[in-house]
C-alpha cells in the first residue's frame, strides 16, 4: 500500500524515464501541447484524487466533500477573475464534453449549428460527421476563402441568413490568424442565434493579453486548459449568467457523473499562475517566437497558409516547395531529426487527412523552455534542412544531434525527473 511506485511498477516507470528522455531531447511544435508546471502536477497527483464528489458546491451526494468544495470554488473564483466572466463550471474532463455540454445545454437534437469546417481548421467536436456532434445536430460549415485564406465573414452571414442556425461556434484547431469576436456577436445577433466560442487554443493567449477576449460578446466561451494556458488536461465551460443553471444541469448529471477534484485542483493552481505577471510576458512570446518561426520558414521557401501567422501556431503548405511529399512523411521525417509536429490538412486539400499535404507547428512548448527568437531560426533551419535531405539518414541523424544539443540549453524541468529505479 505504501511502496514507491518503483518498487511497484519498474516496468512503468522505465516507460516514463523514457518518455522523459524523449521530452528532453526532441523540439516539440505541435501547437496543442505544453508543459504543466511543476506545481500543477504536483497537486494534480495528490490524495485530492480519492474522492467522489457528485454535484456542485453546498449539493453534494457524497458526504465528506467539504474541503472538495473549497478546492472547486476556489477554481471557479479564479477563472472568473482570469477571464472576467459571470459563470465558470470547471467540472468538464475535457474539450470535446466542454462542447458537448454546451450544445446539450442549448439545443435540441436536430437543431442547425454553423461552425467551420474540420478540413478547413475546425475541430472534430464542432460538427464534424464522425463526431457526435455531426450525428445528433444538423451541421452547416464555413471555411475560408480560397484566395486569402482567412475566414470570410460575408460569406458567414450568408450561410447565417440562409440556414437560421440556433447556435454559430467559432474557434479552430488549425487557424493562424485572430478571431475579431464582435464581429461574430453582430452576425449571430442578426439572426437570434447563440454564440459559442470554443478558445481551447488560444485560451492561454487571451488570458495575458495577447489575444482579443470572446468573453464580452459570447454566450458561452469553452477552453481546454491545457495547451497555451498550461495547466492539466481537462476543460472548462464559461457564460453569461442566464445561462448557468442549463450549463451546470448539462455538465452534471447530464454528461458526467464525479468529477476530478484531484485536476479541479490542478486547474485552479493553473489559474493562480495565468494571473502572474510573468504569464503575460510567456504569452506575448509566444506570439514574438511564433511570428519569427513563420518568418524565417518563408525565407527559406515554405508557403504558409494565409501568408503567416497572428497566434501561436502556423501550416506549412508542403506542396509549394515539395510536390510529392505529404504531411504524414514530412512528419515522420522530422522526427527523425528530433522534431515533433503533426501532419495536418491544409484548405482545399487533394490528399487524405490521414495523409494530409501539410504541418502545423507551434510555439508554446519551446517557448516555455524559454527560448527566444534567435532559436526560432535555428529551428526553421533545422525544418529545412531535414526535409531538404530527408533520404540522408546521417545528415538527419547529425541535426537530431544539434537539436539535442539546443535542447540542453533549455532544459524541460531543471528541478523534476520521471520516478528512478532503485539501484
Known sequence: MNKLLSEVDPQIVKIAQKDLARQ???LMLIPSENYASRAVMEIQGSILANKYAEGYPGERYYNGCEFMDEVESLAIERAKALFDVECVNVQPHAGTQANMAVYYALLEPGDTILS????????LSHGDAVNFSGRYYNVVTYGVNAET???????????AQQHRP????????????QFDFAEWRRVADSIGAYLLADIAHIAGLVAGGAHPSPVPYSDVVTTTTHKTLRGPRGAIVMCKAEHAAKIDRAVFPGLQGGPFLHTIAA???AFK???EPAFKAYQAQIVKNAAALAARLT??????????TENHLMLVDLTSKYEKLSGR????????AGIIVNKNSIPFDKRKPRTTSGIRLGTPMITTRGMKEEQMHLIADFIAETLENRQKTAIKRRIREKVAELCTQFPIYGYLSAPKLPE
Open 24 to 26: 528532453q531531447n526532441a
Open 116 to 123: 467551420m469546417s474540420l478540413s478547413h481548421g475546425g475541430h
Open 149 to 159: 485564406e482567412r475566414i470570410d465573414m460575408d460569406e458567414v452571414s450568408r450561410l
Open 166 to 177: 440556433k447556435l454559430i461556434v467559432v474557434g479552430a484547431t488549425a487557424y493562424p490568424r
Open 267 to 269: 486547474k485552479a493552481v
Open 273 to 275: 499562475e495565468a494571473s
Open 299 to 308: 525565407q527559406n521557401g515554405f508557403r504558409l497558409v494565409s501568408g503567416g
Open 329 to 336: 512523411q514530412a512528419a515522420d521525417h522530422l522526427e527523425d
